[in-house]
């Protein structure tokens, strides 16, 4: 099955993929998982869930949000500027690399691909004090890549039947302190492939507008191969 394919028989996606939804008019933050390094899909326990207030939650993820924008920015960093070339400006990136994105919104893409390695990770964050938006489609295979403060949402006239965010296999990339909201698609964020040592942090998904048929509109949608990875201490809500 493609990974845009969703409308077999709901008993058949339920065998092949591992979906994390929120409750609408509520807010969830869930972790779900294993250990970093070395999970396998046996060892992945079930899903640890707690539900809250909206606000209180929304008041958490914006103060780990605004900790992670204080972060420092590294000697030697490259920087991309408002509006520039997203894809091709982490598509240039080598292992050891940080690039510093400044606030704004920039073009959504396909195929982006870059490599770093496990002793020299790529950093691909935001600017101290700002917020980058991708508005979009962000598809991407990465290894070992921390995408730190990068924030996706839907631009209008994109296909409902293509997720608006999608990782498909690498090993040891990271999604934290971002917000992805507003698809209108069958997932704001699509794992799919076989992506091993992956992480979802400090995240908050929401907003994915009924756009195709039942139970095929999700915030997060884990589709195919389970390398081992670990989603845990994410905000959740209205899908």
Avoid: C
Wanted: aromatic share 8%; net charge positive.
């Amino acid at each position: 099955m493609d990974d845009n394919d969703f409308r077999a028989p709901t008993s058949t996606r339920r065998r092949r993929t591992h979906t994390l939804g929120a409750l609408v008019g509520a807010a969830a933050l869930l972790s779900v998982g294993a250990p970093f390094a070395g999970a396998t899909a046996a060892t992945l326990p079930s899903a640890r869930l707690a539900v809250s207030s909206a606000p209180s939650l929304l008041d958490a993820h914006a103060g780990m949000t605004a900790a992670a924008s204080s972060r420092a920015v590294p000697a030697g960093a490259k920087h991309l500027s408002a509006g520039g070339d997203f894809k091709a400006a982490v598509g240039a990136l080598r292992p050891g690399d940080t690039l510093v994105v400044a606030g704004g919104t920039y073009h959504g893409f396909t195929g982006l691909s870059a490599h770093g390695t496990a002793d020299h990770r790529i950093t691909v964050m935001a600017a101290p004090g700002s917020r980058p938006v991708v508005e979009g489609l962000f598809w991407a295979t990465l290894d070992y890549v921390t995408l730190d403060g990068i924030n996706v949402t839907w631009k209008s006239g994109t296909s409902s039947s293509s997720h608006m965010m999608k990782m498909k296999g690498g090993t040891g990339w990271r999604l934290t302190n971002g917000e992805v909201w507003g698809a209108h698609s069958y997932a704001a964020l699509l794992i799919s492939g076989t992506p091993s040592q992956y992480q979802v942090d400090h995240m908050y998904f929401h907003d994915t507008y009924k756009s195709n048929d039942t139970n095929q509109d999700h915030l997060i949608y884990v589709n195919g191969g389970m390398g081992g990875g670990l989603i845990t201490r994410n905000l959740f809500a209205h899908s």
